[in-house]
């Protein structure tokens, strides 16, 4: 099982090292690469994650494949992670690193969920109250789902804003449950 708090620890300190190289673009652009090609090509992850192909198999490929394609950062991270026998977990360090060095560049992403689609004017102002409240630049994703009967759901940063009908309902519900009567 891959831990998020391992991946965490690795990504900061990739961002660390590549804040104080200056290749902070270059690193994400490379990460971003890397990972897909893990994610969509199950032979490149099978050779990587398998324990029968032997290390030194796997760092000649290493060497003779990326190390003139890819720079220091991302190049030695890899050469980290094998020697660790966590390649397993690059595709998770890498989502972790990207939200890691948005958060450094002050950015934040956030989704909203409604019944009918957020016009650009109105998504436009949710990530102006959004970004008021976060202090952060917001990147606002429009999801449209049938199953909200009305009003929206927020997710950003772990944090869920829940303004929907249902939702009400369901308060309403429970303070009608809660009164007492007095007759």
């Not at 994650?49 to 032997?54: D, F, I, M, R, S």
């Not at 934040?108 to 008021?132: I, K, N, W, Y």
Request: no cysteine; net charge positive.
């Amino acid at each position: 099982m891959i831990s998020v708090g391992l991946s965490r620890r690795y990504a900061r300190a990739l961002l660390t090292l590549s804040q104080k190289r200056g290749d902070l673009e270059r690193t994400n652009e490379e990460l971003t690469g890397v990972s897909a090609l893990f994610s969509r090509d199950v032979r490149v992850r099978r050779f990587f994650e398998t324990p029968n192909v032997a290390r030194a198999e796997k760092l000649a490929f290493l060497d003779r494949e990326w190390r003139s394609r890819l720079g220091p950062t991302v190049y030695g991270l890899l050469m980290v992670l094998l020697r660790r026998r966590r390649l397993d977990h690059f595709v998770s360090i890498a989502e972790e690193f990207h939200k890691l060095s948005e958060r450094a560049q002050g950015i934040v992403r956030a989704t909203v969920r409604s019944a009918v689609p957020f016009d650009d004017a109105q998504a436009a102002r949710l990530a102006a109250a959004l970004g008021t409240r976060s202090g952060l630049r917001v990147l606002l994703t429009r999801e449209t789902d049938p199953a909200v009967i009305g009003g929206a759901v927020v997710s950003m940063d772990n944090q869920v804003i829940d303004g929907t009908l249902a939702t009400e309902f369901w308060r309403i519900r429970r303070q009608l449950l809660q009164a007492r009567v007095h007759g």
